[in-house]
């Protein structure tokens, strides 16, 4: 009886060992990842709107790889401008 016993408890995992092994991290997120990621989602959002309604009212028989390709030229053109923002005012926000 006592044999089954010390196996049974040997089956059981330690929780401090669980803990060691598997560590829970909490993922933090920091407000400058937090202002990327929202600001990147408005500008997809709004680069997509405008390269739809550009290229309809430009290209009515435009294809959706070609409206994808013009949303991506406009992200990268409102990225661009920004770096040449900050460079020019010094790596300040615009102010």
């Known amino acids: 009886f006592l044999k089954s016993e ?3 408890n040997r089956s059981l995992p ?3 060992d669980l803990q060691r092994l598997f560590p829970l991290q909490e993922r933090k997120i920091n407000k400058f990842q ?3 990621r929202v600001i990147f989602i408005l500008r997809l959002i709004i680069s997509i709107i405008v390269a739809i309604i550009i290229s309809r009212f430009f290209f009515p028989e435009a294809s959706i790889y070609k409206i994808v390709g013009f ?3 406009l992200m990268g053109f ?3 401008f920004e770096y040449t923002k900050k460079r020019d005012t010094g790596g300040r926000d615009g102010r």
């Open 6 to 8: 010390k196996r049974r």
């Open 14 to 16: 330690n929780p401090n």
């Open 34 to 36: 937090e202002k990327f």
């Open 71 to 73: 949303a991506i030229i």
């Open 78 to 80: 409102a990225y661009l």
